[in-house]
């Protein structure tokens, strides 16, 4: 089992940044791809970005790349979103989320943490 808990979450007006933390107990998280995902009110769960279990590798949806990176910290059991040139339609809420595979994919996240409240205001 894994336990994942978020923070870094907040208010913040547009242009501006935020790294968020996902912080991984119970387990190393050295051998498990990790990925952030958002959702905003209406709307679905989308995927942001993942980083596999090395931290070698990395993908990020079209609308965060190049603003957005994702990295991971083994010696800490934590992965961070660093998130900048945020924009309005970024708020949501992000969760981060561990699994064997580094997919895009929710459903192949066996592992979720609770979600940080990201809110930009223009």
């Known amino acids: 089992q894994v336990q994942l808990v978020e923070s870094g979450g907040g208010l913040v007006q547009a242009g501006g940044s935020l790294r968020l933390s996902c912080a991984a107990s119970g387990r190393t998280i050295s051998d498990n791809a990790v990925a952030w995902f958002r959702q905003a009110p209406g709307k679905e769960r989308e995927f942001v970005a993942t980083?596999?279990?090395?931290?070698?590798?990395?993908n990020y949806a079209a609308s965060v790349k190049g603003r957005f990176i994702v990295s991971k910290e083994n010696a800490k059991n934590t992965v961070y979103l660093q998130m900048n040139s945020l924009k309005p339609e970024d708020t949501a809420v992000y969760y981060c989320?561990?699994?064997?595979?580094?997919?895009?994919?929710?459903?192949?996240?066996?592992?979720w943490g609770q979600g940080t409240q990201v809110t930009v205001s223009s």
């Open positions: 989320a561990a699994g064997q595979y580094f997919t895009a994919l929710a459903r192949d996240y066996n592992y």
């Open positions: 980083i596999n279990y090395s931290g070698r590798y990395t």
